[in-house]
Nanobody
Framework: QLQLVESGGGLVQPGGSLRLSCVAS????????IGWFRQAPGKEREGVSC????????YYSNSVKGRFTISRDNAKSTVYLQMNSLTPEDTALYYC?????????????????WGQGTQVTVSS
């Protein structure tokens, strides 16, 4: 059964770093783009980053560009999101999602399966 499991969230001080992991099972990760999304309390879910199936293309939202780095290890069926210089505005529940295709698309409707999320809280 297809599954995505996020981990690596937690409480971090402003300016700190976290690395999120998304472990995939039940399908061949190599064939699909993977996206990271987040949802803060009272706000709509937003796309944060995406990586194509072979890692050759990446996308970042303007709010995280230059601070976050997405990567993948298909041999380990894992996609990572390295988050640096965190601010309280990054506080949210972070989700990874399997894309419908091998390339990244921005619309949430193009992501077919979602993990349960991992909480990131940035606070002093």
């Amino acid at each position: 059964q297809l599954q995505l499991v996020e981990s690596g969230g937690g409480l971090v001080q402003p300016g700190g770093s976290l690395r999120l992991s998304c472990v995939a099972s039940g399908f061949t990760l190599d064939n699909y783009a993977i996206g990271w999304f987040r949802q803060a309390p009272g706000k709509e879910r937003e796309g944060v980053s995406c990586i194509s199936s072979n890692g050759g293309s990446t996308y970042y939202s303007n709010s995280v560009k230059g601070r976050f780095t997405i990567s993948r290890d298909n041999a380990k069926s894992t996609v990572y999101l390295q988050m640096n210089s965190l601010t309280p505005e990054d506080t949210a529940l972070y989700y990874c999602a399997k894309g419908r295709y091998s390339y990244c698309l921005r619309e949430e409707s193009q992501y077919t399966n979602w993990g349960q999320g991992t909480q990131v809280t940035v606070s002093s």
